[in-house]
T-cell receptor
Framework: NAGVMQNPRHLVRRRGQEARLRCSPM?????VYWYRQLPEEGLKFMVY????????ESGMPKERFSAEFPKEGPSILRIQQVVRGDSAAYFC????????????FGPGTRLLVL | AQRVTQPEKLLSVFKGAPVELKCNYS??????LFWYVQYSRQRLQLLLR??SRESIKGFTADLNKGETSFHLKKPFAQEEDSAMYYC???????????FGKGTKLSVKP
């Protein structure tokens, strides 16, 4: 089991471009969480998804950010019209079920907006 | 509001010395608390959780509801313990975690 995979590991975008971050959960896991870590900060929850459903997006900015977890393929976090403040590390975690199960983290995607 | 506080950004100790990484929380319900560790160039991984009441790599942490703390302790630090340590609280039944800002532990030879 390769664990949670994220790609790309590093992404550079210019202001106004779109960023797409991908997360493949561990085999057998159907729950995905996205977190963002700004410099010198802890990880902050953004969104929680199950296959084809957004369960909780309370931590995600209302504009420019969206997330999906289709029936087939990875979960995608999409940031439209990026701004410099979006520069951060974005981590994905997966679990087999919600609630009491351990979350396993991916290596993160480091987004730099120029 | 739910919050996790790790007051020390950096903690430096010598090998063999005791270490305590502090974590305080505020939460209105019954908390579930965790310690995660991130070694250099590795991904974040679970170190221990309070409900397990276990010792991992010599580390222990006791939930103190009176002091709203969940400090991580190890009696004799090793150089390989050098890493970033994050305290986290699980919010509600959905499972998302609230993290502290982390403490960088440096164990010197």
């Amino acid at each position: 089991n390769a664990g949670v995979m994220q790609n790309p590991r590093h992404l550079v975008r210019r202001r106004g471009q779109e960023a797409r971050l991908r997360c493949s959960p561990m085999k057998g896991h159907s729950h995905v969480y996205w977190y963002r870590q700004l410099p010198e900060e802890g990880l902050k929850f953004m969104v929680y998804l199950q296959k084809e459903n957004i369960i909780d997006e309370s931590g995600m900015p209302k504009e420019r950010f969206s997330a999906e977890f289709p029936k087939e393929g990875p979960s995608i976090l999409r940031i439209q019209q990026v701004v410099r403040g979006d520069s951060a590390a974005y981590f994905c975690a997966s679990s087999s079920t919600s609630g009491k199960e351990t979350q396993y983290f991916g290596p993160g995607t480091r987004l730099l907006v120029l | 509001a739910q919050r996790v506080t790790q007051p020390e950004k950096l903690l430096s100790v010598f090998k063999g010395a005791p270490v305590e990484l502090k974590c305080n929380y505020s939460y209105s319900g019954s908390p579930e608390l965790f310690w995660y560790v991130q070694y250099s160039r590795q991904r974040l991984q679970l170190l221990l959780r309070h409900i397990s009441r276990e010792s991992i790599k010599g580390f222990t942490a006791d939930l103190n509801k009176g002091e709203t703390s969940f400090h991580l302790k190890k009696p004799f630090a090793q150089e390989e313990d050098s890493a970033m340590y994050y305290c986290a609280l699980r919010e509600g039944s959905q499972g998302n975690l609230i993290f502290g800002k982390g403490t960088k532990l440096s164990v010197k030879p």
